[in-house]
T-cell receptor, first 110, second 112 residues
Framework: KQEVTQIPAALSVPEGENLVLNCSFT??????LQWFRQDPGKGLTSLLLIQSSQREQTSGRLNASLDKSSGRSTLYIAASQPGDSATYLC?????????FGRGTSLIVHP | DAGVTQSPTHLIKTRGQQVTLRCSPK?????VSWYQQALGQGPQFIFQ???????QRGNFPDRFSGHQFPNYSSELNVNALLLGDSALYLC???????????FGPGTRLTVL
C-alpha cells in the first residue's frame, strides 16, 4: 500500500521568503507525481506534473523535483506572496490507486 | 474551453437516503475519477472510470457506485447515507488512466 507524507503540516512565513514543501512516498514504483493547490472549500488546482522519467518541472515561481529512489519530491516556491496562501497537496500515481498526502497549509503574511 | 464541472455544488440529505452526484470532464478527456475529502484530510480515491467501465477502486463499500456515459460524463451514487459520508466529493478528469488530473470545484454533501 502506498503511503504519502507531507512535511510540514503547516507553515506561516512573511512575504518574500523562498519556501520548500516536502512530499515523501513509500513505494517508488510510480507513474507520476502531481502537485496541487487547494483554497478553502474549493477544488484542486493542478500546479505541476512530474512523470516518473523526469527529475523536475518548473512553472513561473514554482519548481518541483522528484527523486524516485529516495521516495521524495519537493515543491520550491520562490519569493512567496500573500496570494500563495493555500493548502498544497501532492499526489502519487502508479499501478496502485492514486494516493494523496494530507497537505501543507501555507500562510504568507504581508 | 470548459474545465471539469460538477453538480450540484451543495447538497443536504438525511441518514438512509440516497444521493447522485454528477461530473462532466474537461473537453477531450476520457477518464473520470472520484474522490472523497473529509475536512482537514487529503482526498481519498473512490474509483475511476474509463471506457464506461470501473478500472480501479479504492477502499470504499459497495454503497458507493458509479457510472460513465458514452459522452464521458459520470455519476457517483451513494446509498444508505451515513453521517460519516459528509464530505467534499471531488471529480477529476484526465486523458487516459495515468495522465495529469484536472479537478472540478466539488460537491459539498452534508448528511444529517
Amino acid at each position: 500500500k502506498q503511503e504519502v507524507t507531507q512535511i510540514p503540516a503547516a507553515l506561516s512565513v512573511p512575504e518574500g521568503e523562498n519556501l520548500v514543501l516536502n512530499c515523501s512516498f513509500t513505494d517508488s514504483a510510480i507513474y507520476n507525481l502531481q502537485w496541487f493547490r487547494q483554497d478553502p472549500g474549493k477544488g484542486l488546482t493542478s500546479l505541476l506534473l512530474i512523470q516518473s522519467s523526469q527529475r523536475e518541472q518548473t512553472s513561473g515561481r514554482l519548481n518541483a523535483s522528484l527523486d524516485k529512489s529516495s521516495g521524495r519530491s519537493t515543491l520550491y516556491i520562490a519569493a512567496s506572496q500573500p496570494g500563495d496562501s493555500a493548502t498544497y497537496l501532492c499526489a502519487v500515481g502508479g499501478s496502485y490507486i492514486p494516493t494523496f498526502g494530507r497537505g501543507t497549509s501555507l500562510i504568507v503574511h504581508p | 474551453d470548459a474545465g471539469v464541472t460538477q453538480s450540484p455544488t451543495h447538497l443536504i440529505k438525511t441518514r438512509g437516503q440516497q444521493v447522485t452526484l454528477r461530473c462532466s470532464p474537461k473537453s477531450g478527456h476520457d477518464t473520470v475519477s472520484w474522490y472523497q475529502q473529509a475536512l482537514g484530510q487529503g482526498p481519498q480515491f473512490i474509483f475511476q472510470y474509463y471506457e464506461e467501465e470501473e478500472r480501479q477502486r479504492g477502499n470504499f463499500p459497495d454503497r458507493f457506485s458509479g457510472h460513465q456515459f458514452p459522452n464521458y460524463s459520470s455519476e457517483l451514487n451513494v446509498n444508505a447515507l451515513l453521517l460519516g459520508d459528509s464530505a467534499l466529493y471531488l471529480c477529476a478528469s484526465s486523458l487516459g488512466l495515468a495522465d495529469e488530473q484536472f479537478f472540478g470545484p466539488g460537491t459539498r454533501l452534508t448528511v444529517l
